[in-house]
């Protein structure tokens, strides 16, 4: 019981999340979750946290959305009704969904992507949010080439795009990976594809993983 406080990880989850690298999820920028396939949340990142603290969510959020809660008790209606079903699909096909969500508060707007992989047969859902690229807000209105230029272009002119989900790195920081749409549409001449350790962890897994161990 002590360690699913102190990690934020159900023990057994842990197993499900041998090939996603659980380092690089903990130190990820973006909100990462994991659930058990009935929706009910066996790890957190410390990102979740991070946000919850700089939105103005705590101390609620870590005493109500603790290991255990069901993400959809967050959402009602049709909308639970619709995330269900597209998560039902994602856990029963094995197939990884991706999409594009609002997450406001009363003074930022806010866009992220979403992409959420299968885990172990059937057993789980890892959910990695990234930000989408929020250009800075100078007096003077820069340029986007110029914002690009400073998160994503390293020092030979390269971009790195992960060639599976393609996301960005962003080079400021660890272990950021942003989805900045027009490189979506179109990636400049001077891109290096690999693959951000989620996309490595769900399509080259290393062994077939479950929560009751490796087969
Ligand atoms: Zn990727």
């Given at each position: 019981?002590?360690?699913?406080?102190?990690?934020?990880?159900?023990?057994?989850?842990?197993?499900?999340?041998?090939?996603?690298?659980?380092?690089?999820?903990?130190?990820?920028?973006?909100?990462?979750?994991?659930?058990?396939?009935?929706?009910?949340?066996?790890y957190?990142?410390?990102?979740?946290f991070?946000?919850?603290?700089?939105n103005?969510?705590?101390?609620?959020?870590?005493?109500?959305?603790?290991?255990?809660?069901?993400?959809?008790?967050?959402?009602?209606?049709?909308?639970?009704?619709?995330?269900?079903?597209?998560?039902?699909?994602?856990?029963?096909?094995?197939?990884?969904?991706?999409?594009?969500?609002?997450?406001?508060?009363?003074?930022?707007?806010?866009?992220?992507?979403?992409?959420?992989?299968?885990?172990?047969?059937?057993?789980?859902?890892?959910?990695?949010?990234?930000?989408?690229?929020?250009?800075?807000?100078?007096?003077?209105?820069?340029?986007?080439?110029?914002?690009?230029?400073?998160?994503?272009?390293?020092?030979?002119?390269?971009?790195?795009?992960?060639?599976?989900?393609?996301?960005?790195k962003?080079?400021?920081?660890?272990?950021?990976?942003?989805?900045?749409?027009?490189?979506?549409?179109?990636?400049?001449?001077?891109?290096?594809?690999?693959?951000?350790?989620?996309?490595?962890?769900?399509?080259?897994?290393?062994?077939?993983?479950?929560?009751?161990g490796?087969?």
């Open positions: 019981m002590v360690n699913y406080v102190m990690e934020h990880i159900d023990r057994a989850f842990k197993l499900l999340l041998k090939n996603h690298y659980i380092d690089d999820l903990n130190t990820h920028t973006g909100v990462i979750y994991g659930v058990w396939a009935n929706y009910r949340l066996a957190l990142n410390p990102a979740w991070r946000f919850a603290l700089e103005g969510g705590e101390p609620q959020i870590t005493a109500d959305w603790g290991l255990g809660r069901s993400i959809l008790d967050c959402m009602s209606g049709v909308v639970r009704e619709f995330y269900k079903a597209k998560f039902d699909k994602c856990l029963m096909s094995h197939e990884v969904c991706n999409h594009l969500y609002e997450c406001s508060s009363k003074t930022v707007y806010r866009r992220y992507h979403q992409i959420v992989y299968p885990l172990g047969d059937r057993e789980g859902l890892l959910f990695v949010n990234s930000l989408i690229t929020n250009r800075p807000h100078d007096k003077e209105k820069r340029p986007d080439r110029d914002a690009n230029e400073l998160f994503y272009v390293d020092e030979n002119g390269f971009i790195c795009q992960c060639a599976l989900c393609r996301r960005t962003n080079l400021r920081e660890a272990e950021r990976w942003d989805w900045v749409p027009e490189w979506v549409r179109q990636c400049p001449e001077h891109t290096s594809h690999t693959f951000c350790p989620s996309c490595f962890g769900h399509y080259f897994p290393l062994t077939t993983t479950t929560s009751k490796r087969t």
